[in-house]
């Protein structure tokens, strides 16, 4: 039940940190690339993979609640793989195929890059 509760306020603390980094980067961002739902996504890649996988972060830094906390609360609320295929979708939709696939291929291949950077050079 102690993880649950752990899950629970991660998430809420994750949603309301995208929130803001959502907010915030839409006041500036106004072009057509989905920048701030990449941006959460990439941060949320290389922040999972150091605070679930890294061997000092992981392992001897956290215990098991603060890990599920983390990993499974904040960072399942922080990161939105939903809102990236809606805006992949929406991309193709609107005519801008080319912007909807370098989205995605840009997500998949630096997200991946940022989790092994983040286990492996830290």
């Known amino acids: 039940m102690i993880d649950a509760a752990a899950v629970g306020v ?25 920048l701030a739902t990449f ?24 215990d098991g609640s603060a890990r599920v906390a983390i990993g499974v609360g904040f960072m399942g609320s922080f ?15 609107r005519g801008k195929v080319r912007l909807g696939i370098g989205y995605v291929l840009a997500s998949i291949a630096i997200g991946l890059l940022l989790a092994w950077s983040s286990v492996y050079c830290f």
């Open 79 to 93: 990161t939105t793989y939903s809102t990236f295929m809606y805006e992949s979708f929406m991309l193709g939709r």
């Open 39 to 62: 941006i959460v996504n990439m941060l949320g890649s290389f922040a999972l993979g150091l605070l679930v996988a890294h061997p000092y972060f992981a392992y001897q830094l956290m």
């Open 10 to 34: 991660g998430g809420f603390l994750g949603a309301v940190g995208r929130y803001l980094v959502v907010r915030i980067i839409s006041k500036i961002w106004k072009k057509d690339f989905p």
